[in-house]
Structures are given as structure tokens and as C-alpha cells.
């Protein structure tokens, strides 16, 4: 049973691109989570997403910042025009659905430098 | 705002020592916290808490869940060097917010 797998393991953009980061959950799980994580500091939230529904993005920037969780296919965290402040691990997680005991299982993450 | 705060934020110790490591939060209607070890990669899964002083334990890491004092702490026994990682700790509210972390502690054990 594979993990949570994320890809590309790091990416390379310069100001003003766009960033693509993909993320497939664990079998069986329905659930996505997307968090940040800047040198020196903690994870923190972004998006929390089910299978076509965003759940709840209160800790995603309302600009350039947009993420989706297709029926088919993986979950996407879009960010257009990055700035070098988006520079960062980006990691996704993934839980089963409906389950009290919501441990969250991550991928290995994106590293994403914008240059 | 929720919170969660992990100390010390680093740590060197020899291999062979114990360590605590400890994590403390203020969240509304807590339900869990959980603890994670991130090394270069994806961060793993070590323990999930949701009852006060019942210790959960997993070869030399044990945890254990203080509700009254709101806080956490990790052991780790006989460190050894693979044990060198970054601890992160996790706090689950109900409903549909996210877990919230702390900073995590950095340990570092040489021979």
C-alpha cells in the first residue's frame, strides 16, 4: 500500500511563474490537507480538501494561491506568479474518510525555491 | 488563537541518554494531539493521545497526555544516532480545522 505520494520533490521556478504541486492520497483515503513549512518553523495549514470540495482554505493566501481535489487525479496546489517568499516545503497529508481517529499520513513534500 | 508550543526547540544529547521533549497547547475543544518525527522526508507518524495518563509506548519512544496541565511530553530511552530528527507535536480540534503544530524540537544524538 503506498504512501502519500507528492511530486516533483523539488521544484525550481523564477518570479512571476507558476507552480504546480501534486499530491495522491493513500488508498482509501478521501481526505487531503496541505501545509507549508518555512525553515526553523512548525507546519502550517493551508487547505483542507474532499474529493471535489474544499473544506476549508482559511490558511491559504486569497491570492495566487489555489488548490483542487479532482474526482479522478490528484490533488493540485496551484500557485501562480510566485514570489521568492513562496519559497518553501510544501506537504501534503491524507486521512481516511469519516474516521474519528483522524491520524493524518504525509507525503515526503515539495520543496519549491523561486530564484 | 489556537497555539501550540514545543521545548526545548533543539537538543544535543550523547547516544545512550533520555530525553523529554515537551509540548504544551491552548486550543478550544481539544480532542487529540499527536506527535510526528520528521527527518529529510515525510514526517511519520508516532503517536496520537486523546486520554489523560494513559502512556502509549512504541519500543524506546513513549508519550503520555497531561489534560490538566494541557500539555504533552516524548520520551526517548537509549538514544541512538538514527534517532536525530525533528520531534513535532499536533493538536486536533473537532470539526474541520486542521491539526496545529508546534515548531518542533531538533535532536540531535552524536556518538
Known amino acids: 500500500n503506498a504512501g502519500v505520494m507528492q511530486n516533483p520533490r523539488h521544484l525550481v521556478r523564477r518570479r512571476g511563474q507558476e507552480a504546480r504541486l501534486r499530491c495522491s492520497p493513500m488508498?482509501?483515503?478521501?481526505?487531503v490537507y496541505w501545509y507549508r513549512q518555512l525553515p526553523e518553523e512548525g507546519l502550517k495549514f493551508m487547505v483542507y480538501?474532499?474529493?471535489?470540495?474544499?473544506?476549508?482554505e482559511s490558511g491559504m493566501p486569497k491570492e495566487r494561491f489555489s488548490a483542487e481535489f479532482p474526482k479522478e487525479g490528484p490533488s493540485i496546489l496551484r500557485i501562480q506568479q510566485v514570489v521568492r517568499g513562496d519559497s518553501a516545503a510544501y506537504f501534503c497529508?491524507?486521512?481516511?474518510?469519516?474516521?474519528?481517529?483522524?491520524?493524518?499520513?504525509f507525503g515526503a513534500g515539495t520543496r519549491l525555491s523561486v530564484l | 488563537e489556537d497555539k501550540v508550543v514545543q521545548s526545548p526547540l533543539s537538543l544535543v544529547v550523547h547516544e545512550g541518554d533520555t530525553v523529554t521533549l515537551n509540548c504544551s497547547y491552548e486550543?478550544?475543544?481539544?480532542?487529540?494531539l499527536l506527535w510526528y518525527k520528521q527527518e529529510k522526508k515525510a514526517p511519520t507518524f508516532l503517536f496520537m493521545l486523546?486520554?489523560?495518563?494513559i502512556e502509549k509506548k512504541s519500543g524506546r519512544l513513549s508519550s503520555i497526555l497531561d489534560k490538566k496541565e494541557l500539555s504533552s511530553i516524548l520520551n526517548i530511552t537509549a538514544t541512538q544516532t538514527g534517532d536525530s530528527a525533528i520531534y513535532l507535536c499536533?493538536?486536533?480540534?473537532?470539526?474541520?480545522?486542521?491539526?496545529?503544530f508546534g515548531k518542533g524540537t531538533r535532536l540531535s544524538v552524536i556518538a
Open positions: 497529508a491524507s486521512s481516511p474518510a469519516g474516521s474519528t481517529k483522524n491520524i493524518q499520513y
Open positions: 488508498k482509501g483515503h478521501s481526505h
Open positions: 480538501l474532499q474529493k471535489e470540495n474544499i473544506i476549508d
Open positions: 486550543v478550544t475543544n481539544f480532542r487529540s
Open positions: 486523546t486520554s489523560s495518563g
Open positions: 499536533a493538536v486536533e480540534a473537532p470539526g474541520n480545522t486542521p491539526l496545529v
